[in-house]
C-alpha cells in the first residue's frame, strides 16, 4: 500500500535525518508535506511524477517524467508513428506522464487525437481498445501509448487489443517494464510482442550482476530497475549525512544533497534547484518482452 504518509507523520526517532522512499508518486506526494513540516530529507529510488518537482525536502534518484514523457516521445516518433492514441489513469504518475507525453510528441509535429482517460480502479480495458480501434479507422492512429502504472489493466487492454484485431505498435512509461505484466496475461493471447517501455537504466553490468547474485534471481525476468537507483538514494543520503556541518540535522544534510555529484551505479547523481535528478542521454533505456518466456530484453539508450 501506498501509506508513506502514515509512516512518516508517525516517525518514532526525533533524531532521523533523512528518509528513503517513497516508491509510487501519490505516496510521495502525500509524505513530502509532512517532510517538509519536519524538515526532513525523503530521497525516492522511483517516484517520477512532475507534481513532486519543488524547491524543497523532497529528493529523487530518477528523473521526473517532464524528462521521461519526451524521451517516450521520441521513441514513439521513432518507430515513424506520427499519429498515437494516449491511453492513462488520472493519477499522479498517470496524468504527470500522459501530459508531458504530449508535450514532447505534438512540439515535434506528432498528433494525439484519441485519449482515453480512467480513474484509479475504474479502467475498461475493453472501451478503451475500442476508442483505439475506433481512431485507427478514422484519425489514422499508428501507435498508442499508455501511462499507468496498474498492471492489470495494461495486461487486459493489451489482450483487449489483440482480441479486438488491432496490430499497432504500443508503448508505455517504465511502471509497465515490470515482468509482473507479463504473468498477468496469464498465457492470454496479446499484443506483448509489439509493445515496448520505456525504462530508467538498471544500472552498471556489476551491479546487476552483484543484485543477481545477492538475490539469486534471473536479472531478465525478476531485477528490478529500481534497485539501482535506491542504491544511489541511500549513497546520497550517507554522503550528505558525513558532509553535513554539525548538528547534521535534518537541513544540514538537505543543504549537503544540493550539492551532491558523484557517479553511482544508476549513473550520475546530481540534484537540480527542484531536487529532480539531471539526466542524460544513458538516462532511460528501451526494453521488450520475450513473448515466450516474458524476459526482459533491453533494446538501447532512449535520448
Known amino acids: 500500500m501506498c501509506s508513506a ?11 532521523a535525518v533523512g528518509v528513503i522512499g517513497d516508491i509510487c508518486s501519490r505516496a510521495s506526494v502525500a509524505a513530502a508535506g509532512v517532510a517538509n513540516k519536519r524538515q526532513i530529507p525523503v ?10 518537482s519543488a ?3 523532497f529528493f529523487r534518484t530518477v528523473p521526473s517524467d517532464r524528462f521521461q514523457g519526451v524521451a517516450a516521445a521520441h521513441l514513439v516518433r521513432s518507430s515513424g508513428a506520427n499519429v498515437t492514441a494516449l491511453v492513462y489513469e488520472d493519477d499522479a504518475y498517470g496524468y ?7 508535450a514532447g510528441f505534438t512540439k515535434d509535429g506528432g498528433m494525439v487525437p484519441v485519449v482515453y482517460q480512467f480513474k484509479d480502479g475504474k479502467g475498461d480495458p475493453q472501451a478503451a481498445a475500442a476508442e483505439v480501434k475506433s481512431g485507427v479507422q478514422g484519425k489514422g492512429v499508428q ?27 504500443i508503448f508505455a512509461g517504465d511502471a509497465l517494464s515490470d515482468y509482473m505484466l507479463y504473468e498477468q496475461l496469464a498465457g492470454r493471447p496479446s499484443l506483448i510482442n509489439t509493445f515496448t517501455s520505456t525504462s530508467v537504466s538498471p544500472g552498471s553490468r556489476e551491479f ?10 534471473d536479472p ?20 550528505a549525512y558525513q558532509a553535513a556541518a554539525a548538528p547534521k540535522d535534518g537541513a544540514a544534510v538537505k543543504a549537503q544533497l544540493d550539492k551532491l555529484d558523484f557517479q553511482g551505479v544508476g549513473g550520475r547523481v546530481q540534484f537540480d534547484a527542484f ?17 515466450t518466456s516474458g524476459a526482459r530484453m533491453v533494446q538501447g539508450a532512449v535520448s
Request: net charge neutral.
Open 5 to 15: 504518509y502514515l509512516a512518516l507523520s508517525r516517525l518514532p526517532c526525533p533524531f
Open 43 to 52: 530521497i525516492s529510488p522511483a517516484s517520477t511524477s512532475p507534481s513532486l
Open 55 to 57: 524547491p524543497d525536502f
Open 96 to 102: 504527470g506522464l500522459a501530459f508531458s507525453f504530449i
Open 143 to 169: 501507435a498508442v501509448f499508455m501511462a499507468t502504472n496498474n498492471l492489470t489493466f495494461a495486461a487486459d487492454f493489451l489482450v483487449a487489443a489483440k482480441a479486438a484485431n488491432i496490430s499497432l505498435p
Open 208 to 217: 546487476v550482476q552483484a543484485y543477481s547474485s545477492f538475490t539469486g534471481s
Open 220 to 239: 531478465s525476468t525478476n531485477y528490478q530497475a529500481f534497485a539501482a537507483h535506491a542504491y544511489d538514494a541511500v549513497t546520497a543520503l550517507l554522503r
Open 275 to 291: 531536487g529532480d535528478l539531471v539526466p542524460d542521454n544513458q538516462t532511460y533505456v528501451a526494453v521488450k518482452f520475450n513473448s
